[in-house]
Each structure stands twice: as structure tokens, then as C-alpha cells.
């Protein structure tokens, strides 16, 4: 459990015995990238947190699970899009929603409208206009669900 860290700093350690200032910047790049990943990942556990004390596993398959129907689609749609933070961040909380029901439909919306981006549709709109952005948007929330509903066509893979 221990080895990756481990091995790391033994890493870290040699190079800076070779070049101490290359090592000094990357230690602050990997601060620097800490510090940007605390917010939305404190965020995704206290979303994991109230999601296991309030919402029990029949809710998120009510909801999310494979017979969601069209609620499902539209509930992981708009969590997508409104979801701020990097990817990796969410990827605790969509496994967490997976063994408690969520189908791998839902999980593939939910990341693709990630792509939306409401905070950004004021530039997009600036620079390339609202027919341009409209239909752009519609097109990825359609192509979300298609590729929703391929990937529920596919079984579910077996982990080791």
C-alpha cells in the first residue's frame, strides 16, 4: 500500500542529491497541484458522505439504475453539466453510485455532459455565437445518451 510513496521519495531523494533546484520546482508544482485538487475532492467526499447517510441503495437505483427511463437520463445529464472540478475528483463518488445501484448508462452521461460547461457559455457565445453554442450543446447532451446507451449495451466488466 505503502510502495508508490515510497518509491517516490526514494526518487525525489536521488534527484536531489543530482540537481536540488529542479527538485525544489517540482515539489512546488506538486504542491501547487495539491492545493488545486483539496477543494473539489473535500467537496466529493462531503457529496459521498451525505450520499451514504441519506440515500440508501434502492433510491440510487431508483433513480440512476438501469430502469431510471428518461428521469435517470435527464438527473444525470444536469448533474454532469453542473459538476465542477477535475474528472478524477468524481471518480470516488461515481463509484460509490455504481455499487449502490447507479447503471453504467447513467455514469457515462453524467461524464460525457461534463463536457457542458455553463460558467464558460458567455465566451463561447463571444466568439462564436449563440446558434453556434446552442446547437453544440443539444448535440452533446443527445450524443451523451447515445453513447449512455451503448455502453449499457456492453456487460458490466469483471474486476480481479
Not at 7 to 28: D, E, N, R, T, W
Not at 106 to 114: D, K, P, V
Not at 122 to 150: K, N, Q
Amino acid at each position: 500500500m505503502f510502495l508508490f510513496p515510497i518509491v517516490i521519495l526514494v526518487i525525489y531523494a536521488v534527484l536531489f542529491v543530482i540537481s536540488p533546484g529542479k527538485v525544489g520546482l517540482a515539489i512546488k508544482s506538486s504542491g501547487n497541484v495539491f492545493l488545486n485538487m483539496i477543494i473539489p475532492l473535500s467537496l466529493v467526499f462531503v457529496i459521498m458522505l451525505l450520499i451514504n447517510l441519506f440515500l440508501k441503495p434502492a433510491a440510487v437505483a431508483k433513480f440512476l439504475g438501469k430502469g431510471s427511463g428518461v428521469k435517470g437520463i435527464v438527473l444525470s445529464a444536469a448533474a454532469g453539466i453542473i459538476s465542477t472540478g477535475p474528472i478524477y475528483a468524481w471518480y470516488p463518488l461515481l463509484k460509490d453510485l455504481k455499487e449502490k445501484g447507479a447503471g453504467e448508462s447513467s455514469i457515462a452521461i453524467f461524464l460525457y455532459n461534463r463536457a457542458v460547461k455553463p460558467f464558460l457559455l458567455p465566451v463561447m457565445v463571444t466568439y462564436f455565437g449563440w446558434l453556434y453554442v446552442v446547437t453544440l450543446i443539444i448535440l452533446t447532451i443527445l450524443a451523451s445518451v447515445v453513447v449512455g446507451f451503448s455502453v449499457s449495451i456492453f456487460p458490466p466488466a469483471k474486476r480481479k
